[in-house]
Each structure stands twice: as structure tokens, then as C-alpha cells.
């Protein structure tokens, strides 16, 4: 009887873990708690910054920098910088490298995220980019042609430090309201995958997807 008793057990805790759906429920939890941190090494990083959401900012050149790490709900290669000018002061006409996104001179300062590979939508979808004058005064807009946000950077504190080759720390509280939260099945950051999804494809160089 006791013996019945372990298999029926041993039988549910097999029936519930390999249920598709459970599988995804504790993948995504998975995802979401790891999101919520930030861990990288960088190249072309020089001087040092600190973010709190859209403000902040520092004595940095980023706009070459790359990384390999944790950022943002990425892991894999990313970059911190150069995609597009900051575009506050003389729009883009000013193509000085005070300009250049990823760099911070304390007086104007931008910070930026872009996945470089694996190429994820869900990693594409959780780019962005924040600028800001004297670290304080941020600026909201529409998107332009190439997507970018003066202010579109989750609710986080990060802080970068390098000489060529840097690092990069923080935490996401953006993410980890959604990882709070997905234990509701409420995805708060609207990124939660599914085995069927085409949001876990990778996309190719040549176009095509295949499943990750």
C-alpha cells in the first residue's frame, strides 16, 4: 500500500513537470528573476557612469563599447553605445562625439542597451536608450526612424567603471516586479515566452528564424 502510495506521488510530481504549460510557467519565472540583474565585461569602456532609471550619468566613452553579460533580460554579446546620436543639443546635425549615445560628459549623458547575439525578439524588445542634461532633466519623445527613446530605460540603478576593458553592475526593479508578479501569471513586462512562440526564434542574417 505504501509502496502505491510513493509511484502515485513520484508519478504526480513527473505529470506536473513535464506538463507543457507548468514548463513554461517556471521557465519564465526563471527568465524574469534573472533579468533583474546586471553583470558584464566591456571593451572600449573608459571612465565611469551611475544610473538611477533616466537619470544620472558620469565621465564615460561608450559609444564603441561591447560587452558580454547579463543586461537587461540579454545574456550573450550586447552593445552599451553608438547606435544613433543623443540628439538634444543640435539634433542630428551634431555628429561630435559629445553627441554619440553611450557617452556622458555630466553636462549631457546618455545611456544605451542593444542585444547583439543571440538575437532574440525577446532581447530586441528590451532595448533602450536614455539621455539626459546636468544628469537631471530628461527628455520624453516620440520614437524616430531608428527607434530611439530619450527616456524609454526601465526602472533600474547601474554603474559602469573601465579603462578599456570595463564592468558593469546593477539591478533591474523593473524586472523584478515582473518576476514578483508573474507568480500571478500577470506579465507585467509583457516578455514572457512560450514553446510555440515565435518570440524565442532567432533571427538569421539572411532572414529566416529557427527555434531556440
Not at 572600449?44 to 553579460?69: E, M, R, S, T
Not at 542630428?92 to 544605451?112: A, D, E, H, Y
Not at 526593479?173 to 509583457?190: A, K
Amino acid at each position: 500500500m505504501l509502496t502505491k502510495q510513493i509511484l502515485f506521488i513520484l508519478f504526480s510530481f513527473i505529470s506536473l513537470f513535464t506538463c507543457q504549460s507548468t514548463g513554461n510557467y517556471l521557465t519564465n519565472r526563471s527568465l524574469d528573476l534573472a533579468d533583474s540583474f546586471t553583470l558584464g565585461v566591456e571593451t572600449n569602456h573608459y571612465g565611469a557612469g551611475f544610473w538611477v532609471w533616466c537619470l544620472g550619468g558620469g565621465a564615460n566613452i561608450n559609444q564603441n563599447a561591447k560587452g558580454i553579460g547579463l543586461r537587461n533580460g540579454h545574456l550573450g554579446l550586447y552593445k552599451a553605445g553608438g547606435v544613433d546620436d543623443i540628439g538634444i543639443f543640435g539634433g542630428p546635425s551634431n555628429k561630435t562625439f559629445t553627441n554619440q549615445m553611450g557617452n556622458s560628459f555630466i553636462i549631457l549623458n546618455s545611456n544605451q542597451h542593444r542585444s547583439i547575439y543571440p538575437d532574440l525578439k525577446r532581447s530586441r524588445k528590451k532595448s533602450y536608450d536614455a539621455s539626459n542634461v546636468m544628469m537631471l532633466v530628461f527628455f520624453t519623445d516620440k520614437k524616430t526612424s531608428s527607434g530611439k527613446k530619450h527616456c524609454n530605460q526601465p526602472v533600474s540603478v547601474e554603474v559602469s567603471l573601465g579603462l578599456f576593458l570595463g564592468v558593469r553592475a546593477g539591478f533591474n526593479f523593473s524586472e523584478f516586479t515582473d518576476f514578483l508578479l508573474g507568480f500571478t501569471t500577470y506579465d507585467f513586462m509583457e516578455d514572457d515566452v512560450f514553446e510555440s512562440n515565435e518570440e524565442t526564434n532567432i533571427i538569421k542574417p539572411n532572414g529566416s528564424k529557427s527555434q531556440s
